[in-house]
Nanobody
Framework: VQLQAFGGGLVQAGGSLRLSCVVSGRTQRRFVMGWLRQAPGKEREFVAVISKSGADTRYADSVKGRFAISRDNGENTVYLEMHSLKPEDTAVYYC?????????????????WGPGTLVTVSS
């Protein structure tokens, strides 16, 4: 399965962006999907994850209440709606497949990393 994230860009603090992740090679409804990010000089960190059906989600505390993950299995796409963006949200955002048995927050359970998309939030 191949993943391609896009939708990043430059936005002012307080603004919004929507990221998309298109899945190809396999039907995406087979997979639990997540978003992770890596800020300059920092380790990659978990952002959000969504179950196969879309009924269950999990978020990092740092984005809870501001970000929303969703999916359209018919379109093989996973989304990350980001609101009230802060400069500390600046990072390369990646989508990936969660290979754990649950909704993992740990980087090591994710695979099939695609090229990320850069989000820059200016103050």
């Amino acid at each position: 399965v191949q993943l391609q994230a896009f939708g990043g860009g430059l936005v002012q603090a307080g603004g919004s962006l929507r990221l998309s992740c298109v899945v190809s090679g396999r039907t995406q409804r087979r997979f639990v999907m997540g978003w992770l990010r890596q800020a300059p000089g920092k380790e990659r960190e978990f952002v959000a994850v969504i179950s196969k059906s879309g009924a269950d989600t999990r978020y990092a505390d740092s984005v809870k209440g501001r970000f929303a993950i969703s999916r359209d299995n018919g379109e093989n796409t996973v989304y990350l709606e980001m609101h009230s963006l802060k400069p500390e949200d600046t990072a390369v955002y990646y989508c990936a497949v969660d290979r754990s048995v649950g909704l993992s927050t740990k980087d090591e359970w994710y695979s099939n990393w695609g090229p990320g998309t850069l989000v820059t939030v200016s103050s």
